[in-house]
């Protein structure tokens, strides 16, 4: 290296840390601030998040409240489809709307990396700003912190969602409640996410066109309530599933599930990734899909509304609830050759065949 | 999907079970070799549609579930070894060893990779020059020649960090084995697709002969299930033995030879031991001694290792088709796919998983 001294010796001037997250940044000093002001104020600014102070002051809504909370390591952090920032928004957002809550406010803490790029930063939470918008929810309070590299991959999300379950709504729902002679549907095509996540991961070999199904459902809950108001039971099967979603349905309801596999939506994409790799689309996960179980008169209206929502085109009715036969509750797929099978729970981790 | 919708087509698949029930006159105890198919039978629920007289019993095909416990624990003892890094298929991961599995070892902090081809494992070994990349060669003859592909690449890339932990097993010695035992039940065979693929099935003409069973190369779709079982059940109805190819569309007498000259190049037929069996003459592959230096338990000294099995597990008569899973007094109870004690329960290809999963012991 050959240093420029045409314009003379110079002193060596302060680097700008604009371009990566270092230590500072969660330092609480100068380098949070600007973080707070170019990044999360550029993106989130809204009357309570910028009141500036320890914790948000909001209104009290009239219902019973919903809340929950998730933490967020996708990697890798873009995919198609989506990134860990919409992720994020829209994993609580679910969750909170699976009681039938109108989710209201959000809360996220950001773990980051040092050295994790900056217009990386941005454009997750200008991403999380897009779905919050989308959902219809308002994110009042945040938090960062930094952590030495090598101690964290890049950056973690954790996000707390507050809705309203409004004293208009008819039904507790609960996966508790469903109920003998109760239909279930399910919003769409099964696998979309986790078969993206493994592609983009690198890790098939083998190119898939496919964009994960990420997205905020209180939209469509909402279309679907306002026709189908005896619902019983929302659920988003995310990790684990259809099977393991049904399976955790049927115990906390004490009931027998069918479902019929020719009624099932897969994607050809997804088929093909799960044949090459022995993965069954039952298992895999989604961020866009609900299960709804409800009464049968109340599902053609159902099926219509949701079938009427962008999230909702391929609604397909796929099984029935009956009381559990010998005590202990059973989730059965009937396959198309008229036999059956059990669905159990995984045990850990879902791995690709040997050959 | 193309050529597998045709062969998951509900009509056909009622139609052939129909023509099976019609043709069965007598009792018959068939094996499936490979835990593919016993899965195949489990998953679709074909099991539910055979004629009563028709009993399965279930192969030792399952690669994960006859590896020794001793080659286990010598994964175990490499991958806990800082300087080393252990590439495996990800089932082996979960499959106990004499104290704790591979997961264990990697919670804590062991590097144990999980790898979809050998050849990643190779990408591995160029990444990282400093360690030592272990694959874990195990499986039949479907998994040999992209191991003895490894080699060759390894070779030609000069690596001279990586080699292969050799637990390769041969589905015709199994089945020699099988016939043989004096406890056998089996009267036909649904031969291995997949290992026909690669192999032909040259070699079973005088097994056929010697033994006086009828065998049916097999494919993994319902249709392919049906159509093997109809051609033993009309072989066995008519006192017939010998080999028919019910698996046309994949299998050839001959099989794939470039896949075949890749495995005599690199590998030699070997004694092996089975896990839960024993030893059988010939029943395997090691490495040519010209290959010597990419043979990890030649290459490193991985020490005296002691092995020890559950007691109650019976996981060698299940691969001998002598037992099936429920019969097991610890089936579903103390052994279970979150806390196996036994292979057949943690592979996706083990019987015992197939029954749990699909059955849940029913």
Known sequence: MTADLSQGPVCPVPLSHRETIILGHGSGGKLTHELIRTIFGKWLSNPYLDQGDDSARLPMPDGQLSISTDAHVVKPLFFPGGDIGRLAVCGTVNDVAMLGAVPLYLTASFILEEGFAISDLDKIVQSMADAAREAGITIVAGDTKVVEKGKADGVYISTTGVGVIPNSRKMQISGSAAQEGDVILISGSLGDHGIAILSARNELAFEVALESDTAPLNGMIEAL??????????????????????IEIANQSKVDIAINE?????????????????????????EGKLIIILPENQAQRAIEALRAHPYGRETSMIGRVSSAKDGSP?????????????????AGEILPRIC | MKYTEE????????????????ITKNPWVIMEICGGQTHSFMHYGIDQLLPPQVELVHGPGCPVCVTPLEMIDKAIALASDPNFI?????????????KGDLFSVRAAGGAVKVVYSPLDA??????????????????????????????????????????LLVSQVRVPQAMEAILSSPANRVQGFLAAGHVCAIMGYWEYPPIAAKYHVPIAVTGFEPVDLLLGLIDVVKMLEAGETGVVNSYSRAVTEAGNQPAQAAIQRVFQPADRTWRGIGTIPMS???????????????????????????????????????????????????????????????????????????????
């Open chain 2, 284 to 362: 395997g592959f090691s490495l040519r001694p010209e290959y010597a230096q990419y043979d990890a338990e030649k290459r490193f000294d991985i020490g005296h290792i002691q092995t020890r099995e559950a007691e109650v597990c019976i996981a060698g008569k299940i691969l001998q088709g002598v037992m099936k899973p429920p019969q097991c007094p610890a089936f579903g109870k103390e052994c279970t796919p979150e806390n196996p004690l036994g292979a057949p329960m943690v592979s996706n290809e083990g019987a015992c998983s197939a029954y749990y999963r699909y059955r849940k012991g029913s």
């Open chain 1, 225 to 246: 309530l306002e026709v189908a108001p005896d619902v019983h039971v929302l659920r988003d099967p995310t990790r684990g599933g259809l099977a393991t979603t049904l």
């Open chain 2, 122 to 163: 190779v990408q591995l070994a160029r990444q990282n020059p400093d360690k030592q990349v272990v694959f874990f060669a195990i499986g039949f003859e479907t998994t040999t020649p992209p191991n003895a592909l490894s080699i060759i690449q390894a070779e030609a890339l000069g690596l001279k960090n990586f080699s």
């Open chain 2, 7 to 22: 062969f998951r087509d509900a009509r056909r698949v009622k139609e052939l079970a129909a023509d099976l029930c019609q």
């Open chain 1, 330 to 346: 059973e989730v059965t797929l009937l396959t198309p050759y008229g036999s059956t099978r059990m669905l159990t729970m995984l």
């Open chain 2, 86 to 98: 252990l590439a495996s298929f990800g089932d082996m991961l979960r499959v106990p060893g004499s």
């Open chain 1, 262 to 286: 020719i009624n099932i939506p897969v994607k050809e994409p997804v088929k093909a990734a799960c044949e090459m790799l022995g993965f069954d689309p039952l298992y895999l996960a989604n």
